[in-house]
């Protein structure tokens, strides 16, 4: 399985949403309910922010949402703080061979 | 509280070993699959390996199979990650992360991270 692909870089003003989006294959977001999203400001632990595709940790704002279509897996922000800025990894299960596959990360600015 | 620390990074030359070490508390060890995440310098996150929570199953990413080896002591609540013939781009923060348990089975989401422990492969 190869990285599951995501923009770059992403931006919004605060109060704005934003929507991160996860492109895998049919043999990993296509194929599992088991995407997760996770939030990683430099020189800290990554944290879970999305699990099942849709389901907030205890704790996780609710500013914070996700779906999938397909073979595509979605992060939406709404309301955007400044404390948002952060990378954003999308992960999915791929299978008893792969295990998971992360996507190459997005970098949220606020402007 | 949830602790993960990890431990036994360092400086090592290409073609070496290096084992990494992983404490964890405040949660049911025995019940949670742990696994390794690294994160290259400028890079992003790269999952390496998951081990069961009985440590009967292993899984690898491609990059390290072969050549990685996960294990844990679970009277020691401790996961170790064995690396062996390491290459330059094995050079990452290596993270080591608890797995979200519903109703006593562990998924595939890593729930409490640790700091990590930095290792440089170089000459």
């Known amino acids: 399985h190869s990285a599951l692909t995501q923009p770059r870089s992403v931006s919004g003003s605060p109060g704005q949403s934003v929507t991160i989006s996860c492109t895998g294959t049919?043999?990993?977001?296509?194929?599992?309910?088991?995407v997760s999203w996770y939030q990683h400001h430099p020189g800290k632990a990554p944290k879970l922010m999305i699990y099942?595709?849709?389901k907030r940790p205890s704790g996780v704002p609710n500013r914070f949402s996700g779906s999938k279509s397909g073979n595509t897996a979605s992060l939406t922000i709404s309301g955007l703080q400044g404390e948002d800025e952060a990378d954003y990894y999308c992960?999915?299960?791929?299978?008893?061979?792969?295990?998971?596959?992360f996507g190459g990360g997005t970098k949220l600015t606020v402007l | 509280d949830v602790q993960v620390l990890e431990s036994g990074g360092g400086l090592v030359q290409p073609g070496g070993s290096l084992r990494l070490s992983c404490v964890a508390s405040?949660?049911?060890?025995?019940?949670?699959?742990m696994s390794w995440v690294r994160q290259a310098p400028g890079g992003g996150l790269e999952w390496v390996s998951t081990?069961?929570?009985?440590?009967?199953?292993?899984y690898y990413a491609d990059s390290v199979k072969g050549r990685f080896t996960v294990s844990r002591d679970n009277s020691k609540n401790t996961v170790y990650l064995q690396m062996n013939s390491l290459r330059a781009e094995d050079t990452a923060l290596y993270y080591c992360?608890?797995?979200?348990?519903?109703?006593?089975?562990?998924?595939?989401?890593?729930?409490?991270w640790g700091q990590g422990t930095l290792v440089t492969v170089s000459s």
């Open positions: 992360a608890n797995h979200i348990v519903i109703s006593g089975s562990y998924y595939p989401y890593f729930d409490d």
């Open positions: 405040g949660f049911t060890f025995t019940s949670s699959a």
């Open positions: 081990i069961s929570d009985s440590g009967h199953t292993a």
């Open positions: 049919s043999g990993d977001v296509g194929n599992w309910d088991y």
């Open positions: 099942d595709v849709t």
């Open positions: 992960c999915s299960y791929g299978g008893s061979d792969t295990y998971v596959v």
